[in-house]
Nanobody
């Protein structure tokens, strides 16, 4: 089992920055990939960025060059530095941990943190 607690959301003006943090507890050694997703009410949850245990990263095209994901494996934490925020970045951001145990994949989610970007 893995538990995730997010922090760092809030209200910011367009062009501003925010840093999201997500702390994992439980079986953190078994987490293969950590990432951030976001969801706007009425729309599907979409990938923002992921980072593998070895540091490989993947970003949505819409955030490339503006967002940076990083991870501390020892602490079981993942961060999302968001710069040059745009109103379209407004959403609830969810932390995800993908656990791999004996070829079985388990996905865990945080409770979500609201990010609001005003124009």
């Amino acid at each position: 089992q893995v538990q995730l607690v997010e922090s760092g959301g809030g209200l910011v003006q367009a062009g501003g920055s925010l840093r999201l943090s997500c702390a994992a507890s439980g079986s953190i050694a078994s987490i293969a990939v950590m990432g951030w997703y976001r969801q706007v009410q009425g729309k599907q949850r979409e990938l923002v960025a992921t980072v593998g245990r070895g540091g490989s990263t993947n970003y949505a095209d819409s955030v490339k060059g503006r967002f940076t994901i990083s991870r501390d494996n020892a602490k079981g934490t993942v961060y999302l530095q968001m710069n040059n925020l745009e109103p379209d970045d407004t959403a609830v951001y969810y932390c995800n941990a993908r656990q791999l145990i004996l070829l079985k994949v388990n996905d865990y989610w945080g409770q979500g943190t609201q990010v609001t970007v005003s124009s």
